[in-house]
């Protein structure tokens, strides 16, 4: 099985911080994603990668970057973390080059919380 | 607006009964497609995959079925267990060189 694993599972910061979320894939996979995930919205793209050091805009990238700096890790970094960033994060990944025919595969989730 | 998009926000089903979750989508493009298990507290979990060349593909206890006609997309889930209870996602690609979409999720009740 596909293991997506994010370092952690609830984040509490303040207003201002620079923060990192963390994520490992085990099986090799080309594709790693960033999601957020808020009531009534669903879960929204805000970055992608398809592979080492390189990184694509998703839907709602402003005031997020992400760094991959090797196949298996792929970063979520909020510059200076704002309230309206409070939210569950997903990571994911998938096999296949691109958006082919490979379902993404995530992990549990970091609830983070700005205070 | 979403292009993916369901017909009932929640779901209750007796304990052994069938399952079936809806699903709408807006563009007839769309050339895959994919259900998630979301469960309290977890990450979304794929359970099966369509192309759009099948209108049909079945799982252990689930079947996907696509109506190209009418854009729809349906879970079955055979003989419900209570572990079954969770959030339900489709998903749609426009097409190979496009990301995917969610939609906003159905709620699986398992009444006993």
């Known amino acids: 099985d596909v293991k997506v694993t994010q370092s952690s599972r609830y984040l509490v910061k303040r207003t201002g911080e620079k923060v990192f979320l963390e994520c490992v894939q085990d099986?090799?996979?080309?594709?790693m994603f960033w999601y957020r995930q808020d009531p009534g919205l669903g879960l929204r793209l805000i970055y992608f990668?398809?592979?080492?050091?390189?990184?694509e805009k998703g839907d709602i990238p402003e005031g997020y970057s992400v760094s991959r700096e090797k196949k298996e890790r792929f970063s979520l970094i909020l510059e200076s973390a704002s309230t309206n960033q409070t939210s569950m994060y997903l990571c994911a990944s998938s096999l296949l080059r691109g958006f082919a025919d490979s379902p993404l595969h995530f992990g549990n989730g970091t609830r983070l919380t700005v205070t | 607006g979403e292009s993916v998009g369901l017909h009932l926000p929640t779901l209750s089903v007796q304990e052994g009964d069938n399952s079936i979750i809806n699903c709408a989508y807006s563009?007839?493009?769309?050339?895959?497609f994919i259900w998630y298990k979301q469960e309290s507290g977890k990450g979304p979990q794929f359970i099966i995959d369509?192309?759009?060349?099948?209108d049909k593909r079945q799982g252990q206890r689930v079947t996907v079925l696509l109506n190209k006609t009418v854009k729809h997309l349906s879970l079955q889930i055979a003989a419900t267990q209570p572990g079954d209870s969770a959030v339900y996602f489709c998903a749609e690609r426009l097409n190979r060189d496009d990301k995917i979409i969610f939609g906003k999720g159905t709620r699986l009740h398992i009444l006993p």
């Open positions: 369509i192309r759009s060349n099948m």
């Open positions: 099986m090799d996979h080309e594709n």
């Open positions: 990668s398809y592979d080492v050091k390189m990184k």
């Open positions: 563009n007839s493009a769309s050339d895959y």
